[in-house]
Structures are given as structure tokens and as C-alpha cells.
């Protein structure tokens, strides 16, 4: 079976998002370690390598997971948990042969056999190059990194899987350059471009352990960067309503490198006011069980607003139609290139970002999606 993200369509073609369906029972089998794939199989490095190797080929295995299109999370979550423990544990040894012996167990291997193996593979561990303090410190960074992905996220999200790849990546990188004894990762600054693609890293050392490292991205590609940002937290919204949000506050973030007399909010109100007609049209079909979207003009928007209840935004924003209806004058304004004042622009990026519009309209069209 191949890689699946949580709010896809089931593979079992039962028309149910993969959460709802089949998600669960595949989670179960992970953690009965059902799938040999789960821990060091497909990539470039073998068990009989000892620890290190076996930290290379769990970050190997993140890395292919992250990179494949359709993302299966329960994969990444198991991974990143024997990630932590070998990070953590207070005995990495025993931890590798815990490994080995479940990869034997997975393929057949009979128990004398297994007994047999394990002698060997003990030596090996001894043998063979281990991890450093810092490179646990650097693997348990990017374990807690991915988990905590997974532990903040609601329904309505999916996982920054772009800095999840970055950042999994320079682990990986840096765990086979090494890090020399006696020094300490205290920072690091990753380099993006397009795609989230890691172009270069770079570290502060210390010469003492620390507790936290910190991470900073950079990125190359700004607005996609912006793009991003917004693309696993409103996934529910039209792909073109996240691009022309991304463009929005890109754009914005330049405003103050001028004077306030010079700045025309025109553009940047179309972008929201564009964003709020598409979506809410879209959301009303939704609601009324269209084929498809019908025009409706932005009072018709307004006066179905009142006079009906949408989840989400009903519940969570008070009096949304009114204060829609209130930015129906600026709206116009903007239609016929009249200049708006920062005030009016205020009142259109409130709504949509401050008070979550965007975000609850997001959430309703994931809930009529789930129906």
C-alpha cells in the first residue's frame, strides 16, 4: 500500500476521508510492528553497521516518507518515536537490539536463529562507531520536532510537511558528517527554497551541552514561504484563494519600507475582498447542496448570511453578516478604483485574519467535505 495523507480519500475506495476509515486500524498494526518498512527497510544503510547506521537509516526512511506525494502519517509518527528512544534511552545497545531482534521477528526468522544473531549483532554494537551526546541531542531535536507536529494539530490541519522534510533533512546530513567531541549544537539556520527544499545549513557550536537547540529557517523563495505558512492551516480553501493570500501579506510585509502617504491599499484589498466572494460562494453551494457554486453578487452573500447559519462562522464570529455587509462599501470603492484609506484596509484584514474568518470558512468547507 502506498503512502497516504490523513485527509485524503481512503484507499479502500470507501469514499471516507483516510482519518475516518481505515487510518485507526493501520495505526494498530504499526505499533504491532506488522510493517517491516515502519523501521529501516529501502535505503542505503544495513543494521550490521551498528547504532550509528541505524540512526542514518531511520532518518533516511523519514526523509523518503516526507519526499513520497501522499504522505502517511502513521508511518512518520512510529519512526520518529524509536527516533526519540534511541535519542533518550539510557541504553542505546540494548535499544539497537531490541530493533534487530523485531526485524528478524518480522521476517520469520526462528527463535534459535534469532538467538544466534543476536550474539553477533551485540559485537557489532560494540564495535562499530556509536552516537555522540550532541548527535542524540540533534536526533531528539528533530524526533520531538515531528511528534510535535502531529500532537498540535486539529482536524482541520494538516502537518507542515516542508519543514518537517528541511528540517529531517539536516538531520540526517548532519548526523553522517558528525559533530566533533566536545562540541554542542546550539543553533541552527536552514536554508529553503521552493518546496521547502534544504539548500544549505549551517550551526553555532558550544563547548558545553545544552538544553535546547534552536532552529531558524531562512528562506530563499519568500512567497512561497509565505504560501506555506497558510497551506496546511486552511487547507480547506480554495488553492488559489491561499496563493492570492500568500501574494497579500508578502506585499504587506514591504509596506514599511515607505511612507504612509504613499501606499495604495487597492491591491491589497482585492486580494481579501476576492478571497471572501469566492469562498463564501462556494461554502453557500455547499450548504445548499448545489452542483456547483451559483453567481451571487456580495448583498446576496450578505442577506444569506442573515437569514441562514453556517457552521463555524456562525458560532464563532458574532454578527458576521453585518460586519461582511459593513465592508460592502469599501468593496465597491475598490471596484471602481477609488483609494481606500489604511482604516477601511484595517476593517477587511481584521475580519479575515484577526477575527479568523478565513480560517472558520476554511473549517466549515472541511466539515461539508467530511458529510
Given at each position: 500500500?502506498g503512502?497516504?495523507?490523513?485527509?485524503?480519500?481512503?484507499?479502500c475506495?470507501?469514499g471516507?476521508?483516510?482519518k475516518k476509515c481505515?487510518?485507526?486500524?493501520d495505526?494498530?498494526?504499526?505499533?504491532?510492528?506488522?510493517f517491516?518498512?515502519?523501521?529501516v527497510?529501502?535505503?542505503s544503510?544495513?543494521?550490521?553497521g551498528?547504532?550509528?547506521?541505524?540512526?542514518?537509516?531511520?532518518?533516511?526512511q523519514?526523509?523518503i516518507?516526507l519526499?513520497?506525494?501522499?504522505?502517511?502519517?502513521?508511518?512518520?509518527?512510529?519512526?520518529?518515536?524509536?527516533l526519540l528512544k534511541?535519542?533518550?534511552?539510557?541504553?542505546?545497545?540494548e535499544?539497537?537490539?531490541k530493533?534487530?531482534?523485531e526485524?528478524?521477528?518480522v521476517?520469520?526468522?526462528?527463535?534459535e536463529?534469532i538467538?544466534?544473531?543476536?550474539?553477533?549483532?551485540?559485537?557489532?554494537?560494540q564495535?562499530?562507531?556509536?552516537?555522540?551526546?550532541?548527535?542524540?541531542?540533534?536526533?531528539e531535536?528533530i524526533a520531538?520536532s515531528?511528534?510535535?507536529?502531529?500532537?498540535?494539530?486539529?482536524d482541520m490541519e494538516t502537518?507542515?510537511y516542508?519543514?518537517?522534510?528541511?528540517?529531517?533533512?539536516?538531520?540526517?546530513?548532519i548526523?553522517?558528517?558528525g559533530?566533533?567531541?566536545?562540541?554542542?549544537?546550539?543553533?541552527?539556520d536552514?536554508y529553503?527554497?521552493?518546496?521547502?527544499?534544504l539548500?544549505?545549513?549551517d550551526?553555532?557550536?558550544?563547548?558545553?551541552?545544552?538544553?535546547?537547540?534552536?532552529?531558524?529557517?531562512n528562506?530563499?523563495?519568500?512567497l512561497?514561504?509565505?504560501?506555506?505558512?497558510?497551506?496546511?492551516?486552511?487547507?480547506?480553501l480554495?488553492e488559489?484563494?491561499?496563493k492570492s493570500?500568500?501574494?497579500?501579506?508578502?506585499r504587506?510585509?514591504?509596506?514599511t519600507q515607505?511612507?504612509?502617504?504613499?501606499i495604495?491599499?487597492i491591491?491589497?484589498?482585492?486580494h481579501y475582498?476576492g478571497?471572501?466572494?469566492q469562498?463564501?460562494r462556494?461554502?453557500?453551494?455547499?450548504?445548499?447542496?448545489w452542483d456547483?457554486?451559483?453567481?451571487m453578487m456580495?448583498?446576496?452573500?450578505?442577506?444569506?448570511?442573515?437569514?441562514?447559519?453556517?457552521?463555524?462562522?456562525?458560532?464563532?464570529?458574532e454578527?458576521f453578516?453585518?460586519?461582511l455587509k459593513?465592508i460592502?462599501?469599501?468593496?465597491?470603492?475598490?471596484?471602481?478604483?477609488e483609494?481606500?484609506?489604511s482604516a477601511?484596509?484595517?476593517?477587511?484584514?481584521s475580519?479575515?485574519?484577526?477575527?479568523?474568518?478565513f480560517?472558520?470558512?476554511?473549517?466549515?468547507?472541511?466539515?461539508y467535505?467530511?458529510?
Open positions: 500500500m503512502m497516504i495523507g490523513r485527509n485524503e480519500p481512503c484507499y475506495e470507501s471516507k476521508k483516510y481505515c487510518m485507526k486500524k495505526s494498530s498494526e504499526i505499533e504491532g510492528v506488522k517491516d518498512e515502519s523501521r527497510a529501502r535505503n544503510h544495513d543494521l550490521i551498528g547504532i550509528r547506521e541505524l540512526a542514518l537509516g531511520q532518518l533516511e523519514l526523509n516518507y519526499n513520497r506525494t501522499n504522505k502517511y502519517d502513521s508511518h512518520i509518527e512510529f519512526i520518529s518515536k524509536d534511541l535519542a533518550t534511552t539510557d541504553n542505546m545497545e535499544h539497537f537490539i530493533v534487530v531482534r526485524s528478524f521477528e521476517k520469520g526468522t526462528s527463535k536463529q538467538f544466534m544473531e543476536l550474539r553477533n549483532y551485540r559485537r557489532i554494537s564495535k562499530k562507531p556509536s552516537l555522540s551526546a550532541a548527535e542524540r541531542k540533534v536526533i531535536m520531538e515531528n511528534l510535535g507536529e502531529y500532537m498540535l494539530l486539529n502537518a507542515d516542508g519543514a518537517m522534510r528541511a528540517i529531517n533533512k539536516f538531520g540526517y546530513e548526523i553522517k558528517e559533530i566533533p567531541d566536545g562540541c554542542y549544537v546550539k543553533k541552527v536552514l529553503t527554497d521552493t518546496g521547502d527544499k539548500i544549505n545549513w550551526i553555532e557550536l558550544v563547548d558545553k551541552p545544552i538544553q535546547h537547540i534552536f532552529v531558524d529557517f528562506p530563499l523563495d519568500e512561497y514561504h509565505e504560501y506555506e505558512k497558510y497551506a496546511h492551516s486552511l487547507h480547506g480554495e488559489e484563494s491561499k493570500l500568500a501574494t497579500a501579506l508578502l504587506e510585509s514591504t509596506f515607505k511612507t504612509s502617504d504613499k495604495s491599499y491591491g491589497q484589498a482585492i475582498t478571497i471572501f466572494e469562498e463564501l462556494i461554502l453557500i453551494g455547499l450548504n445548499e447542496k456547483k457554486p451559483k453567481k456580495w448583498a446576496d452573500i450578505c442577506t444569506y448570511l442573515r437569514e441562514n447559519s453556517l457552521p463555524y462562522l456562525s458560532e464563532n464570529i454578527d453578516a453585518s460586519q459593513s460592502h462599501p469599501i468593496r465597491n470603492k475598490i471596484a471602481h478604483g483609494k481606500i484609506t477601511e484596509f484595517e476593517m477587511i484584514k475580519l479575515a485574519i484577526e477575527k479568523q474568518a480560517q472558520f470558512i476554511s473549517w466549515a468547507k472541511i466539515y467535505e467530511e458529510e
